[in-house]
C-alpha cells in the first residue's frame, strides 16, 4: 500500500532509524502524553509502544470528543432525535455512545430519523431539500469542527435557511491540558500536542502552558513517522532540560494556525465553562453558539427536559481520560465492556483509548508480560 | 496455544448475552453484531453440518450438492461497476464457488414496492440475465411479491443456488492446516468505496468501480490444477478482515497477515484515509481468499492471474500456530496487532 504524501511516513525503515534515535537519547525515564484520539489510534494501530526504550512511556489524553460529550448532551440529542419532526444528523462514532435511557442507534430503531453525516454542510443541505422537517446536526468536536460548524450556522443564515440547528458541545484542547497539569496526581512529563487542533488554532498560546508547567510541547502528526519524531523532539528536550513548543508538523501547521477558521469561529462562538465527561467542568473550554446566533441552538429551540446522568460504576472513562490509568488495567475491558456492549464513550469512538487496545492490541498483556507483545 | 477470547471467564465467552431489545442496522453489517445475532438468535434454526461456511454440502445419491441463499437489499439499486441484478446473481454463485461447487441453477425471488418503475425492473432483470448467461447458470424458479408504498424500498432481491461438487473436492475452515499460505485474489475495497461514493456524493478523482464479478471460473481453474485447495472465502460485509476472522474462529487457527503486502488502490486507499475506514473492513463483491499449502502457493498465484478479475492475485500471510482463533498482522514497521472484525454498521445496504 502506498499513498503520495501518507506512504512516506509510513515507510518502517525512516522510523526504525529515529527510533534508534530515541533509543540512544533517552537516558531517564520520561512519560509523555499525546493529546489527541487520533494520535492513540495510530501509535496502537502501528504498535509504536512496542517499540520504545522501556524508560519512554506514553499516556494517552483525552482528546476523543465523542468520549468526552456529557451524557446530559447525549440525552438531549436523544429527546430531539426521536422528535417526529426531526431529522437528526451525527458523525457515525456517536451512533452507539451510551448515555442513560439508551444511544442514538436505539433511538432510530425506534423509528428516530438519525442520519450518519460527513460534515455539517451535508446536514444544511438536507434542511434545504426537506423545508417540512427540522434538521438537526449535533456539534461535537474539538477545534477541528468548529470552523466548519460554525460555516453552517454562518450560510444557514445567509441562505435564510430557519429548519436547521446545532446542538453543540464544542470543546478546547489547551484548558484541558492545564487541567491535566494542575492535577496533583498528573504525571506527565512532556506533550505531544494534537497537529490538527493547531492547523486550526496554531501554538502561540502553548508558549505560556509550556513555561507555566514546565513542560516541552511538541506540536505533532498523526503518521507513524510524524509520532517518532515527535517524541524523539520532547525527549531530546527534556534530557536537555529545555521546556519549549516545538512544531514537528510543519506540513500543516503554522504558528498562528488558520486565521480565517478562527475568525469564523469567533463570530459564531463564544467560550464558557463546560463539563467534559470523566473530568468535570473545565473553565474556559467549551464553545456555545452567540447571542446573536442563539436562534440556531438546538436547545433551546427544543428545550429537551434535563435528564442527570451518573456514569456506569463500573466505567471508568474519566481516569482513562486523564491518562491515569490504562486501559487494559481496566477491569472490565473486554469483559463486560466492549465496543458491542459498551459501558463508556472510550470504549465506542473511533477516537477512545479503550477502543484502540480492544481493536489493536488486547492480546497484549495476555501474555502477561505487561509489554505489547508479539503472538 | 494461547487464544485471548476463550481465555476470558466464561461470563463472557460465545454466546454473548442478548442485549438487545431490537434490530438495529449494525446487526446487518457483517461484523461481530451480526456474528453475534446470527449464533444468539437464528442458531435454533440450523441443523446444517456446523462447518461455518458460504453454503452447505448436501449428500443427494452419490451426488454432493451445495447449497446456499443470499438477499440483496442494496442502494442505489445502479452504482458504478454493477446493479442489483448482476449483484444477485454473482452473490449466490460466488458462494457457491467459494464451497467448490459448479454453479448449476438459481431461483431468484422479488419484493417490489408498489409504484416501482417497471422500465427499472425491466433492466435489472436484463442485467440478471446477462449475468446468469456469463456464468453458465439457469434461473430455473422465482416468486414475486408486491408490498405498499413505502413498505419496501423499491426492490429488493432473494437469489439461492444449487451447484455440483465433484468427488474428491473438500473445502472449508476444518482443512486449515498451519503453514498454509494465505492468497488475495486482488486489491481490497472497490465496493465499499463505490457504493459510498454514489450515495455520499463524495467526488473522487478516479471513478471507483465496484469489482462485482463472476469469481467461478478462477475457483473452476484452481480445481482443475493440481492444487490441493484447503479453504476459500469470498470477501463481501465486513471485508478480508471478518472473513479471516471468521476462518480463524472456525479453523481454531492463528492466521497472519503481513501490511505491506496487501492490495489497495491509491483511490481506495485515498478515500479510507478521508472517511477514517480501513480497507480490511471494507466490502468486496469479487475477491475472495484461498487457503492451500505453502508449497503450493506460487503455482495458485499463477493460476489465479490468468483471470482478469484475479490479476491482482498475491501471498498475503500465512496459517501460524503460536494462537488460536486469532488473526494478527505485522505491520510496515515490524510490530503486530490484532485483526478483529468490524463492530457493527460501516455503511448499510451495501449488498
Known amino acids: 500500500m502506498s499513498l503520495p504524501y501518507v506512504g512516506e511516513y509510513r515507510e518502517g525503515e525512516a522510523v526504525a532509524r529515529v527510533i534508534a534515535e530515541i533509543r540512544r537519547v533517552a537516558t ?38 465523542v468520549c468526552v460529550t456529557p451524557a446530559e448532551m447525549i440525552e438531549n440529542g436523544l429527546q430531539i432525535a426521536a422528535r417526529p419532526e426531526v431529522i437528526f444528523c451525527t458523525f457515525g462514532d456517536m451512533l452507539r455512545v451510551p448515555a442513560v435511557t439508551g444511544d442514538l442507534q436505539t433511538v432510530k430503531a425506534r423509528g428516530g430519523d438519525v442520519r450518519i453525516v460527513y460534515s455539517p454542510m451535508d446536514a444544511l443541505d438536507l434542511a434545504k431539500r426537506h423545508p417540512d422537517r427540522e434538521v438537526v446536526f449535533f456539534a461535537v468536536g474539538f477545534e477541528t469542527t468548529a470552523p466548519a460548524n460554525a460555516m453552517a450556522v454562518a450560510q444557514a443564515r445567509a441562505q435564510k435557511i430557519t429548519n436547521f440547528s446545532l446542538l453543540v458541545s464544542q470543546v478546547l484542547i489547551p484548558p484541558a491540558m492545564v487541567e491535566i497539569l494542575k492535577s496533583p496526581e498528573c504525571r506527565v512529563d512532556g506533550f505531544l500536542g494534537a497537529g490538527h487542533v493547531c492547523t486550526v488554532s496554531g501554538f502561540a498560546g502553548y508558549h505560556e502552558l509550556a513555561r507555566r508547567f514546565r513542560v516541552p510541547i511538541v506540536v505533532t502528526g498523526f503518521e507513524p513517522l510524524d509520532l517518532a519524531q515527535g517524541i524523539l523532539m520532547c525527549v531530546r528536550q527534556l534530557e536537555a532540560g529545555r521546556n519549549e513548543v516545538e512544531n514537528q508538523y510543519s506540513r500543516s501547521v503554522r504558528p498562528d494556525g488558520n ?20 473530568l468535570g467542568v473545565i473553565p474556559g473550554s467549551g464553545l456555545v453558539l452567540r447571542e446573536e446566533y442563539r436562534e440556531y441552538d438546538a436547545e433551546l429551540r427544543f428545550s429537551p427536559d434535563y435528564v442527570a446522568a451518573t456514569d456506569s460504576e463500573l466505567c471508568q472513562s474519566g481516569l482513562v481520560l486523564q491518562g491515569r490509568l490504562d486501559p487494559r488495567d481496566c477491569p472490565e475491558f473486554g469483559q463486560r465492556c466492549t465496543p458491542e456492549h459498551p459501558l463508556g464513550a472510550t470504549m465506542v469512538s473511533s477516537e477512545g483509548g479503550c477502543a484502540a487496545y480492544y481493536r489493536y492490541g488486547r492480546h497484549a498483556r495476555t501474555s502477561g508480560t505487561g509489554k505489547n507483545v508479539r503472538p | ?65 451445495a447449497y446456499t441463499t443470499d438477499t440483496f437489499v442494496v442502494s442505489p439499486l445502479f452504482f458504478p461497476g454493477g446493479d442489483i441484478g ?101 486489491d481490497l475495497g472497490r465496493h465499499g468505496i463505490a457504493l459510498m461514493a454514489v450515495r455520499e456524493g463524495l467526488q473522487f478523482e478516479t471513478k471507483i468501480q465496484s469489482d462485482c464479478a463472476n469469481l467461478w471460473p478462477a475457483v473452476d481453474e ?51 484515509e478521508i472517511l477514517g475506514l480501513d480497507p480490511l473492513h471494507v466490502a468486496n463483491e469479487g475477491r475472495f481468499c484461498v487457503f492451500v499449502p505453502a508449497d503450493q502457493a506460487e503455482a495458485t498465484v499463477k493460476a489465479l492471474r490468468s483471470h482478469e478479475v484475479c490479476s491482482g492475485a498475491c501471498i498475503v500471510g500465512e496459517v501460524g500456530a503460536d494462537l488460536s482463533g486469532v488473526v494478527s498482522l505485522r505491520t510496515v514497521l515490524g510490530t503486530d496487532r490484532l485483526i478483529d472484525m468490524p463492530s457493527g454498521e460501516q455503511l448499510p445496504r451495501i449488498c
Open chain 1, 28 to 65: 531517564r525515564p520520561w512519560t509523555i502524553m499525546e493529546v489527541c484520539g487520533g494520535q492513540t489510534h495510530a501509535l496502537v494501530r502501528f504498535g509504536i509502544e512496542e517499540l520504545l526504550p522501556d524508560n519512554v512511556r506514553l499516556l494517552h489524553g483525552p482528546g476523543c470528543p
Open chain 1, 259 to 278: 486565521p480565517h477558521a478562527l475568525e469564523l469561529i469567533h463570530t459564531v462562538f463564544e467560550i464558557v465553562d463546560r463539563p467534559w465527561r470523566g
Open chain 2, 1 to 65: 496455544m494461547k487464544n485471548p477470547r476463550t481465555e476470558l471467564p466464561p461470563a463472557v465467552q460465545c454466546p454473548l448475552p442478548w442485549r438487545h431489545s431490537h434490530i438495529v442496522m449494525a446487526h446487518g453489517g457483517g461484523g461481530r453484531m451480526m456474528h453475534d445475532l446470527i449464533e444468539g438468535v437464528f442458531s435454533p434454526l440450523s441443523t446444517g453440518n456446523g462447518a461455518r461456511h458460504d453454503g452447505t454440502i448436501v449428500g443427494c445419491g452419490t451426488e454432493r450438492i
Open chain 2, 86 to 186: 448482476r449483484l444477485a446473481v454473482f452473490g449466490t454463485v460466488n458462494d457457491l464457488a467459494m464451497c467448490g461447487a459448479r454453479p448449476e441453477a438459481l431461483s431468484a425471488g422479488f419484493i417490489l414496492e408498489d409504484g416501482f418503475d417497471l422500465e427499472l425492473l425491466q433492466r435489472i432483470v436484463a442485467s440478471m440475465s446477462a449475468a446468469a448467461a456469463e456464468v453458465g447458470v439457469r434461473i430455473v424458479t422465482g416468486d414475486t411479491k408486491v408490498v405498499e408504498r413505502g413498505k419496501g424500498d423499491g426492490l429488493y432481491i432473494n437469489t439461492s443456488g444449487i451447484g455440483r461438487v465433484r468427488a474428491g473436492v473438500e473445502i472449508g475452515p476444518a482443512r486449515v492446516r498451519k503453514g498454509d499460505a494465505i492468497i488475495l485474489s486482488g
Open chain 2, 222 to 272: 484452481l480445481l482443475q490444477n493440481p492444487v490441493d485447495v484447503h479453504c476459500l472465502r469470498d470477501l463481501t460485509r465486513g471485508g478480508l478482515a471478518s472473513a479471516l476472522v471468521e476462518i480463524a474462529e472456525a479453523s481454531d487457527s492463528h492466521l497472519t497477515i503481513r501490511e505491506g503486502t496487501i492490495p489497495v488502490s491509491d483511490a481506495v486507499l485515498g478515500a479510507c
